[in-house]
């Protein structure tokens, strides 16, 4: 079965540092990675996608790279806030398959 | 716009009672799917619609939970008895397209089973 994995201890960064996040998968490779962020009580939001083929893709302070080789993802927020604060969760659905699997997420807290 | 709608927002009841849980989702958007999250966990599927038509329901108890989603629109989910582990957050989430597109999820129904 699909597996993805993300630490699932929290980030702890200083305001304005770069925060990275780690988003690592087994079995099968993904047609494509998304990420998302939750804040406590809400549901899921969708920042950013990324497809196999790709190697990077960029939103505004946001950046997502994708290494089929290593079968990582990383997420990066440069010049992080505190208003960056939350959990970030990958998802992803591997070739052939229907379903859109998430990782446990890992949450970040930005400090002022 | 409005975006994906979920009712009750929180819902406490007995094991072996009976649970429905709403959703309307964006308008337009022909895909729904049922997520349901356990505390510190990453929501795990339960069910996917494409319009009126269940195409991925592998993950959904089916001796116990059943969802319909008529007229290709609202949806609900049904538990029914309910269990204690059945406590967690149930989202609902719509799409524009299939997996290949951003999903826009609800707020969620925390359901507590006691």
């Known amino acids: 079965s699909q597996k993805i994995e993300q630490n699932s201890e929290a980030l702890n960064i200083q305001e304005g540092k770069t925060a990275t996040l780690t988003c690592n998968y087994t079995n099968y490779s993904p047609a494509y990675l998304q990420w998302y962020r939750q804040d406590p009580g809400r549901g899921p939001v969708f920042l950013l996608l990324i497809r196999e083929n790709e190697k990077e893709k960029r939103k505004e302070r946001l950046k997502v790279t994708f290494d089929t080789t290593l079968k990582q993802s990383l997420f990066h927020i440069t010049a992080s806030q505190p208003a960056d604060s939350a959990t970030y969760l990958c998802a992803f659905r591997g070739s052939g398959y229907s379903t859109l699997t998430f990782g446990k997420g890992t949450m970040l807290l930005v400090s002022p | 716009e409005a975006g994906v709608v979920q009712s009750p927002r929180y819902k406490i009841i007995e094991k072996k009672q009976p649970v429905a849980f709403w959703c309307n989702p964006i308008?337009?958007?022909?895909?729904l799917y049922w997520y349901r999250q356990n505390l510190g966990q990453g929501p795990e599927l339960l069910i996917r619609y494409e319009n009126e038509e269940a195409v991925d329901d592998s993950q959904l108890p089916k001796d116990r939970f059943s969802a319909e989603r008529l007229k290709g629109v609202d949806s609900t989910l049904k538990i029914q008895p309910a269990e204690l582990g059945d406590s967690a957050v149930y989202l609902c989430?719509?799409?524009?397209?299939?997996?290949?597109?951003?999903?826009?999820f609800g707020q969620g129904t925390r359901l507590t089973v006691v």
């Open positions: 989430a719509s799409s524009v397209g299939g997996l290949g597109t951003e999903a826009f």
């Open positions: 308008s337009g958007h022909n895909t």
